[in-house]
């Protein structure tokens, strides 16, 4: 990087973290409380709730992971976007006025309300372990091998300085704010991620060819390389076991979006804090929305590497590619396409700026999962089992510690992570072996009385050892595949032992919902049909 790099990207930091700390300071006569340090005092606006959740989502694992499953599959990875944005729209019409109206601060808190406190905190301690040994793990490994790429040499010098540099800007504004720093700071962050990630994809796409220029560049992309604009793949693919064809719509990547979307902390947190549930409601939307373009800024410029790197004629050649994707084994070391795109493509000052929004994309995801770690913490943990009656001071205090204590936990795990390809689907793979029972769990409580506390038990601990069944090689079913039965067989569980042991119409605790409470506005309305056309004419388009 040049001296202009340089200036752009500490620029960056210290914006971020001047707004973090304007943001969340005390006003005058009011010290932080609970409320405001976990939901941002219940008073974000739609946009900014909208752009935190797309902040949250995107980062590492997705930028870069994405971008190198781009490279292997093609836009076939881009269903975990797409079908996000219809996702969206189940979460903001049918789980938002239920976690609204129950005034949650966390998820598990949900689980205590419909089922009892021992099954909220054995899913408290679950779900603290997972954000802090897989999410934040990876995040910041990806992050820092991509900052060591384009900064450094690429031999992992720079990724321990990375990975402290990264910790230590999410920490100055985060550990401090709360959600409201996170909040405020990832409309600034979302800005720039979409900003930088469209100026890679152009830039890439006018330098695909000799001749140049941006038609020329997608002319070329699809007609070298057709075959990686296939959403739905053939079984003959050789990644059909990461994305089994027609079995992605109607199957496991349900359960992976309803689960991510619906009941994860980092994620439903800053839905939980809007003025109201229309605002929420709007958010949601304008989420879905961003969505839709996420593919254009990290899919693409996989496929345009994967053109690079087979080098069919009329592409632009780039010396030394194949040595940089092409491990000593003969493996192809996908996860390097995006940080390579920028090193080789962008401009002084255009590189500053791209850096930038790949370390906004990251620092705001790693600001997210601090802030939700120390939630779940301090409301489930510390303040249920060690000091029920503490003040808010000593409960913001304590998410500070927590918050601390898992970043450091993180950047000494995540060196780990160094020998892991497509990291991307390192992680679906390893969340689909819990996510289907929790779902079950949640979406049985939420929508059918009958359901009780025993057979939820049941289910979720069944549920492991079903999805570690259908891991066995001879069965040779896909991840998602697995992740679909796993679902369909615990709800049999759950339904099977609620029903044997519950001789009442309801359970106690069962949810009461009527029409009413489903109701949306009209912005959501007209919004959630615009996205399932755009979508619709999609999957129509790249069949």
Sequence with gaps: MTGIDIVVFVAYCAVIIGIGLWVSRDKEGHQKNAEDYFLAGKSLPWWAIGASLIAANISAEQIIGMSGSGFAVGLAIASYEWMAAITLIIVGKYLLPIFIEKKLYTIPEFIEHRYNTTLKTILAVFWIALFVFVNLTTVMFLGAKALDTIMGTGDGSLVIYALVGLALIAAAYSLYGGLSAVAWTDVLQVGLLVLGGFVTTFVALYNLTPEGGILNGMVHLYDTAGDKFNMILERSNPEFDNLPGIAVLIGGLWVANLYYWGFNQYIIQRTLAAKSLKESQKGIIFAAFLKLLIPLIVVIPGIIVYVLYTQP???????????????????????????????????????????????????????????????????????????????????????????AVALVTAVLIAPLLEDVPQVFQFIQEYTGVVSPGILAVFIMGLFWKKTTTKGAIYGVLSSIVIALLLKIPSLELPFLTQMYYTMILTVVIIAGVSLTTNPEDEDPKAIHTTAETFKTGPAFNIGAYIILIITTALYALFW
């Design 313 to 403: 004629e009329g592409t632009t050649q780039i010396p030394g590619v194949i040595s940089v994707f092409t491990n000593p084994d003969g493996s192809v070391e996908y996860d390097n396409a995006y940080p390579w795109l920028i090193s080789v493509f962008l401009s002084p000052g255009f590189k500053g700026l791209v850096v930038a929004a790949l370390a906004a994309a990251i620092v705001s995801s790693l600001a997210s999962m601090l802030n939700s770690v120390a939630t779940i913490f301090t409301m489930d943990i510390y303040r249920a089992y060690i000091n029920k009656n503490a003040s808010d001071k000593q409960t913001v205090n304590m998410g500070r510690i927590t918050a």
